[in-house]
């Protein structure tokens, strides 16, 4: 079982709808990740909050939104997205901080499909 | 720029038989390496991992193989079994405060022949 939990794991939307992704981890961990996976693309980091913080924001289109309001739970919030962001959207999270060489943990990710 | 890639895009093992994954990366400043293994309709589950003080750590039945000079990582399986069938991801991790900024490789296909 997975200490990192994302729901839903499938999501169909248009591209006219607005979404969120939850991630919720039970862990004890401070820093918590967004990934897209695409196929035959290696992992894509797109969010990183540390101690509820955004650390980093990789060059994400505004129409991804995330959120973190304590540090165990981070969404990610969708509007008017574009049939190239199908994908797997993975959370993650890590130690963090001054163990920052931890491994991290992931979810199973959410389905993304824009039709 | 910076990359983490694979030799070997699909490998087919025998049961039984050791299995080799290779994986090269190119960033001089990464001290800390991760293997991952990503089963169909599952996210990347953490293996074994090694720091760039070392070149050899082990697990069960996994062992993690670090070349400085060449910046060369392998994984090794020993025993391939069925249920080791996945794809297989290195990843290298940069030291920055606060959290690791991770580059993943794009996978190996791992099959093993019953």
């Known amino acids: 079982e997975t200490g990192v939990t994302q729901t839903p794991r499938h999501l169909v939307m248009g591209m006219t709808n607005k979404k969120s992704l939850k991630c919720e981890q039970h862990l004890g961990h401070n820093a918590m990740y967004w990934y897209k996976q ?15 913080e955004q650390t980093e924001n990789n060059s994400v289109p505004s129409r991804f939104s995330p959120e973190c309001p304590n540090s165990s739970h981070l969404f990610l919030h969708l509007h008017t997205l574009q049939p190239e962001d199908s994908a797997l959207y993975l959370c993650a999270s890590s130690q963090g901080g001054e163990y920052s060489n931890q491994p991290q943990h992931f979810g199973d990710g959410t389905r993304l499909s824009i039709l | 720029g910076e990359s983490v890639g694979l030799h070997l895009p699909t490998l087919s ?29 599952k996210g990347p589950q953490f293996i074994i991992d090694i720091r760039s003080n070392m070149d050899k750590r082990q697990g069960q039945r ?23 069938s996945a794809v297989y ?4 991790s940069e030291p920055l405060w606060g959290y690791q900024k991770v580059t993943f490789g794009t996978g190996t296909k791992l099959q093993v022949i019953p």
Do not use: R
């Open chain 1, 38 to 52: 695409s196929a035959k693309k290696p992992l894509e980091l797109m969010f990183v909050y540390n101690f509820k």
């Open chain 2, 13 to 41: 093992v025998q049961e039984g038989d050791n299995s080799i994954i290779n994986c090269a990366y190119s960033n001089s400043a990464s001290d800390y390496f991760i293997w991952y293994k990503q089963e169909s309709g």
């Open chain 2, 89 to 92: 991801f290195c990843a290298e």
């Open chain 2, 62 to 84: 996994v062992t993690v193989l670090l070349n400085k000079t060449v910046k060369h990582l392998s994984l090794q399986i020993a025993a391939t079994q069925p249920g080791d």
